[in-house]
């Protein structure tokens, strides 16, 4: 179930979200846990016993890692522990990638393959995996106490908000709010405000993009033109950003809904200005998972410089392949490293020095291009589409020319996009938000109310459009504009 389908919209959340609120606070968790046990069983139910194992034995692990002192056994306790999550994950995500570069390399010694299926992959494993690893870390280090109440920790792992894209929220940020919340109106009506943004980006910007970049993308390589692989790939380039940051937005607002707070996950990444700067801003939670639980442990930057450029290709090597189990999330991880390596040697302190818009440029470049790997499923295919844009490509454009895809619906929607991933209109909110405050101490409490009714009515406005969209099927939100 995605948070974009009527049954989730019109149905699931709305009696979620109802029987959350008038049940006694004791009696929340467990009503959520089974809530969110339905939402995992209602497309995922064949992995349930998967689920529910998982959380049974980390539990376990928990709890005899905050009983037992001796140092040794509680590593050993811990290594255990990391394992067991990491086992399951490389079986479901990487046994069938593993196995056909084993059967490749056994093809050319002219050795017999080995025999495998395709294993289905189980929703949000890999959220799955890293929230365990991170409670259980946690625990060994002291972070945080061991939970004995196993519906909290199952809560935790199953908390239907971020199972499917996340963010990934450790227990450390949020055990607080699972032992005792309360319900405030502003905290919930905000909670609406962004589950409603997160969805206006997914539905409105996103799959409109998404649709243009695929059926360019879909066209033959011998047509492509460096016209139409730009055009794929800034469509392509706003879709992944408001896709995820949208599934992130929707996430920190439903949790909101609960009175459970998550931290951002996306801070502008494209304004940044440098590719560690981008890293900062782009999925915070995934990469200060990596930062915390493996850069540090693997010695960080105090152990001198190679160590540190070694440890940094390393966990983008690891972020590539969290990404999916093909050569082209490995290359692309590994691009990333390569580009904080080169800026910690001394491209960063160039790039200090040089005017912004320069700056910015280069970290456009930097990314669109790491974009083209991560997209296409091979790298041959990532290669053609590079030399397309670059001008080597052989396609003259003449059957698919770009005109016919570049509209002034997708102009528009990629001058829209540009402008929402700046923080300029979060300021001018900020803005408006100070005007408001200021007219209410000067004039009484009813002074900006024509203000909060413009702002009411552009959200019922977006509320009304996404959900006609969804409840028609019809992802096209210019069959009510033309341009």
Request: aromatic letters at 16%; proline letters at 4%; glycine letters at 8%.
């Amino acid at each position: 179930m995605l948070f974009t389908e009527p049954t989730f919209l019109f149905l699931f959340l709305p009696t979620v979200v109802l029987i959350h609120c008038v049940l006694r606070p004791r009696l929340r968790n467990l009503w959520l846990l089974a809530a969110s046990f339905l939402f995992y069983c209602w497309g995922e139910g064949r992995f349930v016993l998967l689920m529910v194992g998982s959380i049974t034995l980390n539990y376990v692990f928990g709890l005899l890692l905050g009983y037992i002192q001796r140092p040794t056994l509680r590593k050993l306790l811990l290594g255990a522990g990391v394992a067991s999550n990491l086992l399951v994950l490389i079986y479901f995500k990487y046994c069938t990638f593993l196995v056909a570069n084993l059967d490749a390399a056994l093809a050319w010694l002219q050795l017999p393959p080995v025999e495998v299926g395709l294993i289905p992959l189980p929703l949000g494993i890999s959220f799955l995996t890293f929230h365990t690893i991170s409670y259980l870390s946690d625990v060994y280090r002291g972070t945080i106490k061991r939970e004995s109440n196993p519906i909290d920790l199952a809560l935790y792992v199953m908390l239907f908000p971020h199972l499917i894209a996340g963010p990934i929220v450790r227990y450390a940020d949020i055990v607080a709010a699972m032992k005792s919340r309360t319900l405030a109106v502003d905290e919930f009506a905000y909670g609406i405000r962004r589950f409603l943004g997160g969805l206006a980006k997914k539905l409105l910007i996103a799959n409109q993009l998404a649709a243009t970049a695929d059926l360019i993308l879909g066209i033959p390589s011998s047509e492509l033109n460096a016209g139409l692989s730009w055009l794929a790939m800034a469509c392509y380039t706003f879709q992944i950003y408001f896709d995820f940051s949208g599934y992130s937005d929707m996430a920190i607002g439903l949790a909101h809904m609960f009175g459970i707070r998550f931290h951002e996950n996306f801070d502008h990444p494209y304004w940044a200005t440098s590719v560690t700067d981008f890293w900062r801003r782009w999925h915070i939670s995934l990469s200060s998972w990596f930062r915390d639980y493996v850069y540090i442990p693997l010695g960080g930057n105090r152990r001198g410089s190679a160590r540190t450029y070694s440890n940094l290709m390393t966990i983008f090597l690891l972020c590539g392949l969290w990404h999916g189990a093909n050569w082209t999330f490995i290359v692309w991880g590994l691009y990333q490293g390569a580009f904080l390596v080169i800026e910690r040697v001394g491209l960063g302190r160039i790039l200090d020095r040089l005017w912004r818009p320069l700056r910015h440029a280069y970290l456009v470049l930097a990314v669109v291009v790491g974009w083209v790997v991560f997209r296409m499923d091979t790298l041959s295919g990532a290669g053609e589409v590079l030399r397309a844009m670059f001008g080597f490509g052989s396609g003259a454009g003449i059957k698919y020319h770009v005109s016919l895809y570049l509209t002034n619906e997708v102009a528009a929607l990629l001058a829209i996009a540009a402008l929402l991933s700046t923080p300029l209109l979060g300021r001018l909110g900020r803005k408006i938000e100070e005007f408001e405050t200021t007219l209410a101490d000067r004039w009484g409490s009813f002074a900006p109310a024509p203000i909060r009714l413009a702002r009411v009515a552009a959200y019922c406005s977006i509320l009304v459009l996404c959900l006609s969209f969804v409840a028609q099927k019809s992802y096209n939100p210019f069959i009510y504009f033309r341009f």
